[in-house]
């Protein structure tokens, strides 16, 4: 089948490549993102793969459609990029990668936290300008803190345990607890309870309608004063200016984002050399306990192999007229009364 593979970087070509051997697909990459101006390049593609922060929304489907696409392959779990009933009223199938390494995220999470903690990151460049000096490097022991974690999902859970590693009491938020979860040792609670109790907050849900800005003034207002925040998910969960404001009065004692909710601008480029126009995610930047760092969190040989894997299986799958457990459908809508 032929596939239009938008948001490439060689890392993307290298490994789709590799998993494509088994399959046989005629893959044509474009650096490009997609969107409604990039998806006339799609022209007479039966199938498109995107990525996380391409945008397929009605405009842009209308036009892979009306020039013959029937399948939107993402490389990711997250879906939240795409109009799903405009997808569904087009015929279009979309598709998804639902797990391809919880281990990496959970782990990236777990390195912020360390990296906050300990400031690492200013003990770095201090030695490296031969400065010694420990003044301002002081960290708290993790052992024995309470750690909220939001969104049990497999991620959730992998993160949760390797924070009960640690020494840590768990709390746990989800729609739906995991019973088995609970019998871990992880406590569920309401939200209210989760912030005013967690030392460490970290986020690990999926961002619905539910869900966007979970994290914003009254949120913070719960929590107690110096909280670790981590969030490894997606960027609209946290109100960034909310944050900001926990932040200047010391409420968020600190922050750590691998998302932000205006990503797409930014993240997967490089931007050195250029003005970056976001006055809001610059002035992230100027608070010395915050670390950003690029969506990154995801980013392991294991993973990236396992999104190439199975994005491309999902293809085999539909070229063959195989129903598959990872498609992604629109939610149904409630009947008139």
């Known amino acids: 089948m032929r596939v239009a593979v938008f948001s490439t970087k ?7 490549e590799a998993a494509n051997e088994k399959h046989g697909h005629e893959l044509e990459f474009f650096a490009a993102e997609f969107n409604a101006n990039t998806a006339p390049l799609a022209a007479d593609f039966p199938a498109v793969c995107i990525f996380v922060n391409d945008n397929a929304d009605a405009k842009a489907l209308e036009i892979i459609a009306s020039r013959g696409t029937k ?3 993402l490389r990711s779990a997250g879906f939240n990029h795409v109009d799903l009933q405009k997808a569904a009223d087009l015929g279009l199938t979309v598709l998804r990668v639902p797990a391809y390494s919880p281990y990496a995220v959970a782990e990236h999470a777990v390195g912020l936290i360390l990296t906050l903690n300990r ?11 031969g400065n010694f000096a420990l003044e301002g490097l002081m960290g708290f022991d993790i052992h024995d803190r309470t750690v909220g974690v939001i ?4 991620i959730g859970q992998i993160f949760g345990n390797l924070m009960q590693g640690f020494g840590c009491q768990i709390l746990a938020y989800d729609l739906y607890p995991n019973a088995e979860y609970a019998a871990s040792g992880a406590k569920y609670v309401d939200l209210p309870e989760l912030f005013a109790n967690s030392d460490i907050i970290s986020l690990h849900c999926p961002l619905t309608p539910e869900t966007y800005h979970i994290i914003n003034d009254w949120a913070i207002e719960q929590m107690k004063h110096g909280v670790m925040l981590i969030n490894t998910s997606r960027g609209a969960l946290v109100n960034t200016e909310a944050v900001i404001a926990g932040l200047k009065s010391g409420k968020i004692g600190y922050l750590g984002l691998d998302v932000y909710e205006q990503e797409e601008n930014l993240f997967f480029e490089d931007l050195s050399t250029e003005i970056i126009q976001d006055d809001v995610f610059q002035r992230l930047l100027t608070f010395p306990n915050v670390i950003v760092t690029g969506h990154q969190a995801f980013f392991t040989e294991e993973a990236v192999r396992n999104i190439c894997e199975t994005t491309l299986s999902n293809v085999s799958d539909f070229e063959q007229g195989i129903t598959s457990k990872n498609e992604v459908k629109a939610p149904q809508k409630a009947a008139a009364k």
């Open 151 to 154: 969104g049990t999902g497999k």
């Open 10 to 16: 060689p890392y993307d070509r290298r490994f789709l």
């Open 71 to 73: 399948l939107l392959a």
């Open 119 to 129: 400031k690492i990151h200013r003990a770095y460049n201090r030695v490296r300008e």
